[in-house]
């Protein structure tokens, strides 16, 4: 992918580039300091770019839209996609669904870097029962669709909203430890398996620490020394450097340091989208739009009103990958229509306007959000979304600013106590009652939800995500299928009619249940300005700060 920047980013840059090229130190706006002097204190001014998206990512500029638009019935009579307008800031999408040879890998990296954890492999592996039905013969299914070479590029199916998450966090940390590894940050990936030998200095994205790489952890800078530090780490030129360079570094070297989030160099995690996301990327409504005016709605990611190509060369092909009528999934024998009786190859299909493959049909996919059949009642209007859990790393020493570990090395989290920053002595006081194994970090909310914690600070309630709704769980499954554990799935499936292709449409499922007509794909924040393509429209000019020079 090529990186991409905005206007302002080229400005800035440019004028970071003048200013070296006539050997004029940049200065602080406001105190008038050099920047990138380590005889000063070392303030470091980093060049504002804006990231190219990870791997597998296409950049979805977002914009305002009406969510639930595109629907022109409710068949189901749920009354759960009322018209609002919102706004989606823009972020990055997969181009296609996760795949079984994506999933395939997460699973071989999981045996050979956890190969004693049996547990661990058993709970990612796929629920691949989902293919059996009763009265219906899917049992080569069950045995074949996930690992067969012949489904490889197919879209991984048996996957709960769990799993989902587990497998972005493996993703997030797959992808920054590679960048890292391959730009010589860290040791690279040979030398880190011995030199290609077998015998591993830091073993196979293992080191000496025996964790496995995790971003919130390096950035912390609780995964660095032996085995692990590159020959081509971050100088560092703060005045409380130690002198010498990382753990692999000649003696009296330059002082180094691991890659921070000032770097800009690490990207930023792989999530499931929120339902708004989902819905405005799969309707595409950017190919019918000038100068702000939609030319033309939808009610399909695709421009008209059937799910049949009106091109010349394509005509009468069907756009998706779906069930056409009872008992007709894919035609008949010497010309089928939609080419597929089950699922399809991820890059099926001509992409929508942005570029995403498959955002109907194929397989329904999991959304960060929490069902509510009311959400589009009372959600927000700016970047809408039902799920947040608010959480917070646990401390292992305040002192010395570390985070607990789990066995897997990842960062411990407990659920946030306050709306707002603590004081330090309310931060410690919990951190305290934590390591004393104090509610598992919840101090007396959990026993009286009126109660301050162990700090003294007011309990916390996250959002309306629907976690404080009075449920009658006795009343669950029987009179209705909704608690906190659903999530929303949208996009329709091999084996729906074309009404579910529709991006309005909504369904939900408990976060630890799957299905064969149920899969995802994985979404990335944005950061900087949310202009894709700045080139050819109007702009107001950047004012370029002015030089100051000491008197």
Known sequence: MKLLFTRTAIALMGFSALLSSCSKPERSSKTGMVYNDK?????????????????????????????????????????????????????????????????????????????????????????????????????????????????????VVGVSWDQAQEYCTWRTDRMNETILRETGRMVNWKDAAGGGKGKATAGAGKPANKDPFN????????????????????????????????????????????????????????????EAEWEYAALSLIGNTEFENIDNNKIYPWNGLGVRSAKQKTRGLILANFKRGLGDNMGVGGYLNDKAEITAPVRSYPPNDFGLYQMAGNVNEWVQDTYRQTSFEEFEDFNPFRGNEYKDKRMADVNKGTYAKDKYGKPILDPAKSNKKLTYEQMVANQQATANGGNGGNGATTANPTTPDASGAKPYNPDFRGAADSVNNSLYGTTTLVNDKSKV???????????????????????????????????????????????????????????YKPQ
């Open 39 to 155: 005889n000063n204190g070392g303030y470091e001014r980093f060049r504002q770019a804006h990231p190219a998206p990870g791997p597998g990512l296409v950049a979805i500029e977002g914009g305002t839209f009406v969510m639930g638009g595109s629907a022109d019935q409710d068949v189901t009579f749920d009354y759960n996609n009322v018209r609002r307008r919102v706004t989606v800031p823009s972020f990055y999408m997969d181009e296609t669904e996760v795949s079984n040879q994506d999933w395939l890998d997460y699973m071989h990296w999981i045996g050979i870097t956890f190969p004693q954890d049996h547990k661990l492999y058993y709970d990612a592996v796929p629920d691949t029962l989902v293919w059996r039905r009763p009265l219906s013969y899917n049992d080569p299914y069950v045995e074949n669709y996930l690992r067969h070479p012949a489904f490889q590029d197919y879209p």
């Open 215 to 274: 971003t919130d952890i390096y950035l912390n800078g609780q995964y660095k020394g032996q085995g692990i530090d590159g020959k081509k780490m971050m100088p560092d030129i703060s005045p409380t450097a130690g002198s010498g360079g990382g753990a692999n570094s000649k003696a009296n070297a330059k002082p180094v340091r691991p890659v921070r989030i000032e770097d800009g160099i690490l990207k930023q995690k792989y999530r499931l989208p929120s």
């Open 489 to 547: 799935y949208k996009g329709g499936s091999w084996n729906d009619m074309a009404f579910w292709l529709n991006p309005a449409t909504r369904r939900f499922m408990d976060e630890d249940e799957s299905s064969a007509m149920v899969g995802f794909r994985c979404a990335m924040t944005m950061v900087g300005a949310p202009e894709i393509n700045p080139a050819g429209k109007p702009h107001y000019s950047v004012k370029k700060p002015k030089n």
